[in-house]
């Protein structure tokens, strides 16, 4: 059902790769509310084609940029702006990668080139997203910013590798940012703290399909879905949050204030326990 939540808004969505992906739905969703916007991936990602099936569907162009790449970025809005005739009043941030979970290099063996890369296009790139948007003044008054992350910025997950201190400097790039853009141009900065969904980047992570389950099993509503991922990210962008800024936010079921739930000591056959 759709409320008409983001009529006549202008955004910008970064990271759908496939059907799979977060942003592909957040696309979908705010398409659904009334939003126009830009779809903009890696050149490389490119490549796949499949995001111009989700450009058909949504009435929206493709801009190509690496978000690692300052002066990409700086066309990525110039461009935009064009497009949709005006500021943006959203830009979600959907890119991650990490290449030392690609290679499985553990964390204390990790590669210092792989790890910077890693900085650079998950991290620095929300920071330059932000940093142009602000020196070209293209994002409108009131105007959402929304990154993913995931809750290994906070506590340690054995598997989750360099990408645990990249997603805390994201974070922390959301509340500095927010801070900044929010005296300035009441710009508001907000990263989503998402649970384990099945997508490229998420797959990518050695024993995902176990963890998956098992974090299913210790959130009390279950893991939270790509799609109830965009509904959330869709009020994040709307007026309703207008006074929301440089938080990070669960969405994961409950999971993130839970010990241990009964589900997973079941696991280990302890009967004395039953609820
Ligand atoms: N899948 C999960 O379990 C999960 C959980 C919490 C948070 N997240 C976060 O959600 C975000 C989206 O990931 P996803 O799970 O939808 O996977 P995905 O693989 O569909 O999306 C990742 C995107 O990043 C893009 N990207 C990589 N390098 C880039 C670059 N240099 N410039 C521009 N784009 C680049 C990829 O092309 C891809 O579209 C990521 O930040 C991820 O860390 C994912």
């Given at each position: 059902m759709a409320y008409n939540l983001l009529k006549g808004k202008r955004g910008i969505i970064s990271?759908?790769?496939?059907?799979?992906?977060i942003a592909w739905k957040v696309a979908e969703k705010a398409h659904e509310e009334g939003a126009t916007f830009v779809l903009t991936n890696a050149p490389i990602a490119?490549?796949?084609?499949?995001l111009n099936g989700l450009a058909e569907q949504t009435g929206s162009q493709i801009i190509a940029a690496d978000a690692t790449s300052v002066e990409d970025l700086t066309n990525l809005y110039i461009q935009s702006q064009e497009i949709l005739g005006g500021k943006i009043d959203f830009v979600l941030h959907s890119i991650g990668m990490s290449v030392n979970v690609r290679k499985n290099i553990p964390y204390t063996e990790t590669n210092y080139d792989f790890f910077q890369k890693g900085i650079d296009v998950s991290a620095l790139s929300f920071h330059k997203m932000l940093s142009v948007a602000k020196k070209l003044d293209a994002i409108s008054e009131w105007g959402s910013v929304v990154a993913l992350t995931y809750a290994a910025a906070q506590r340690t997950y054995s598997f989750y590798n360099d990408m645990a201190d990249i997603k805390a400097m994201l974070e922390s790039i959301a509340r500095s940012f927010g801070y900044h853009y929010g005296v300035d141009k009441k710009v508001r900065i907000n990263t989503v703290s998402q649970s384990?969904?099945?997508t490229t980047a998420g797959s990518g992570i050695k024993g995902f399909g176990d963890f998956f389950d098992y974090a299913d099993a210790m959130s009390p509503l279950g893991n939270a879905s790509a799609e109830q991922c965009a509904d959330y990210c869709i009020t994040l962008f709307s007026?309703?949050?207008?006074?929301?800024?440089?938080q990070n936010l669960y969405h994961d079921g409950g999971y993130s204030s839970v010990g241990v739930s009964a589900e997973v000591l079941n696991k280990y056959d302890i009967k004395e326990i039953t609820e």
């Open positions: 990271g759908a790769l496939n059907s799979s992906s490119m490549r796949m084609g499949e384990p969904t099945k007026d309703l949050t207008r006074m929301v800024t440089m």
